[in-house]
């Protein structure tokens, strides 16, 4: 079955760091999304991973590892309008994403 | 521009009502996609059209049924629903369904079936 695990819910001070990880089983792979979801809200895209490696937007990185079924999401000084849930999800061979259970940040002044 | 927009942003129906959700991209997109969304719960794809034909069902009932009148607009037509489809529907364009494409998501329908 396809599967993605990220933890359910992190907390993290104002003006750090945070790291959230997705590891991932898909029938195929064709990419990797992250997406951040404020309460009510609908979901906006934040970055897209297809190649091994780090891209960077801003206070906002994503990593990929194919090999390892991996990725991770890092935000780096962090204000409090991060307080959101991160949803990673793969884009299986059928173009089709499988989206994870979400990540809630709760950020603490 | 990378907006979707979503009409009606609320609604509130009974069980013998129909209505429609109404979708708009003016990106150019080719793809477009219904999802439900339950509280604390990722989306769940309904229906995807890729160049105005439905081309994913995701064995949905048939008291949802999607309209792609144009490439621009796609319509989600409701008909005797249930409490339990109360939820947020979310409309999503995509310039197409497969390659590097990333999905945009409007704003939502919160939908309520008393």
């Known amino acids: 079955g396809q599967n993605i695990d990220q933890p359910t819910e992190m907390t993290a001070t104002e003006g750090a760091i945070v790291q959230i990880n997705c590891t991932y089983q898909?029938?195929?792979?064709?990419?990797l999304f992250w997406y951040q979801q404020h309460a009510g809200e609908a979901p906006t895209f934040l970055s897209y991973n297809v190649l091994d490696g780090l891209e960077e937007k801003g206070r906002f990185s994503s990593f990929l590892s194919r090999s390892k079924g991996y990725s991770y999401l890092l935000l780096k000084e962090l204000q409090m309008k991060d307080s959101a849930s991160y949803l990673c999800a793969v884009r299986d061979s059928n173009y089709q994403l499988i989206w994870g259970a979400g990540t809630k940040l709760i950020i603490k002044p | 521009d990378t907006e979707v927009t979503q009409t009606p942003k609320h609604l509130v129906m009974g069980m013998t009502n129909k209505k429609s959700l109404k979708c708009e991209q003016h990106m150019g997109h080719r793809a477009m996609y219904w999802y439900k969304q339950k509280a604390k719960k990722p989306p769940e794809l309904m229906f995807v059209?890729?160049?105005?034909?439905?081309?994913i069902n995701e064995s949905v009932p048939s008291r949802f049924s999607p309209e792609c009148p144009n490439s621009s607009l796609l319509n989600l037509h409701l008909h005797a629903l249930q409490p339990e489809d109360s939820a947020l529907y979310l409309c999503?364009?995509?310039?197409?369904?497969?390659?590097?494409?990333?999905?945009?998501f409007g704003p939502g329908t919160r939908l309520l079936v008393l």
């Open positions: 999503a364009s995509s310039q197409d369904r497969g390659g590097v494409e990333t999905q945009y």
């Open positions: 059209y890729s160049y105005e034909k439905l081309s």
């Open positions: 898909t029938s195929g792979f064709n990419g």
